[in-house]
C-alpha cells in the first residue's frame, strides 16, 4: 500500500522543526557550545537612521507615563539597556542596573531600559511587576530598535545589548551580552567621565576592553 499522499511533506516539516528547535537551545542553554555575546539573533535593521533621530525616537513608557524618548535624558549620563523577558541573561542583569542606578543617580547616571522584540505591552508590564523594584525607567520598544542601535554605531545581533551615552547624548560605546559588575562599573566609570578609555590605560580592565567596542 502507498504511503498517504502528504507523509514526506509531514517529515520534512518535523526535521525543520528539529533543527530549529537545537539551534534555540544552543543560544539558551547552560553549559552549551561558545556562542556570540547575545541570547539570541534579531532582524537586520531596515534603514539607516542618524544618531540624532535615535536620540528623538519616541516609545511608550511601561509605567503609564506617557511615551519618551532617550533625548529627554539629555544632561545626565545614560546606560542604554536593550532586554526581553525571555532573555534569561537580561533578567540575570536586572539586578545589577538596578544597584548601578541607586549607587550612581545623584552623580548624574540614569540607567534606561527598552523592552524589546515584544508583542504583548500588558506582559512586559505584568513580569515587570513580579520582580524586585526598578527603579529606572522602562520603555517598550517597537520594530525599530534595531535601526535606532545602528543610527547609535552598533548592531543588534542580539539581547542583551548595552549603548553609553555622554551627557550630550554621544554614543561612548556599545555592550554585546549581559554585563557583568565590572564590566558594567567600567561602562558607567566612562559614562559619567565622557571618556573612553585608551587600549593603554591601565583604568580599563581586560575583561571589558575584550567585549567592548566603541561606537564611531
Not at 94 to 120: H, K, N
Request: a neutral charge; glycine letters at 8%.
Amino acid at each position: 500500500m502507498k504511503p498517504p499522499r502528504h507523509s514526506a511533506l509531514i517529515a520534512l516539516l518535523l526535521v525543520a522543526a528539529g533543527a530549529a528547535g537545537f539551534v534555540a537551545y544552543r543560544w539558551v542553554a547552560p553549559g552549551s557550545a561558545p556562542q556570540p555575546q547575545a541570547s539570541t539573533a534579531m532582524p537586520a535593521a531596515g534603514k539607516t537612521m542618524s544618531a540624532d533621530e535615535a536620540l528623538n525616537l519616541k516609545f511608550d513608557s511601561l509605567d503609564g507615563g506617557g511615551s519618551k524618548k532617550v533625548a529627554d535624558w539629555k544632561g545626565k549620563a545614560v546606560i542604554l539597556n536593550f532586554w526581553a523577558t525571555w532573555c534569561a541573561p537580561c533578567r540575570q542583569e536586572i539586578p545589577l542596573l538596578v544597584r548601578l542606578q541607586a549607587q550612581y543617580a545623584a552623580q548624574g547616571l540614569q540607567v534606561v531600559g527598552i523592552a524589546t522584540d515584544e508583542t504583548d505591552e500588558k506582559s512586559v508590564q505584568a513580569f515587570l511587576k513580579k520582580m524586585m523594584v526598578v527603579n529606572y525607567p522602562m520603555l517598550m520598544g517597537t520594530d525599530d530598535v534595531g535601526n535606532m542601535v545602528a543610527g547609535f554605531g552598533g548592531t543588534l545581533i542580539g539581547l542583551p545589548y548595552t549603548v553609553v551615552l555622554d551627557r550630550n547624548g554621544k554614543v561612548l560605546s556599545t555592550h554585546a551580552g549581559e554585563l557583568h559588575p565590572e564590566e558594567a562599573q567600567a561602562l558607567v566609570d566612562m559614562a559619567l567621565s565622557g571618556k573612553v578609555p585608551t587600549a593603554s590605560s591601565t583604568a580599563a580592565p581586560a575583561a571589558v576592553t575584550r567585549v567592548v567596542t566603541t561606537a564611531k
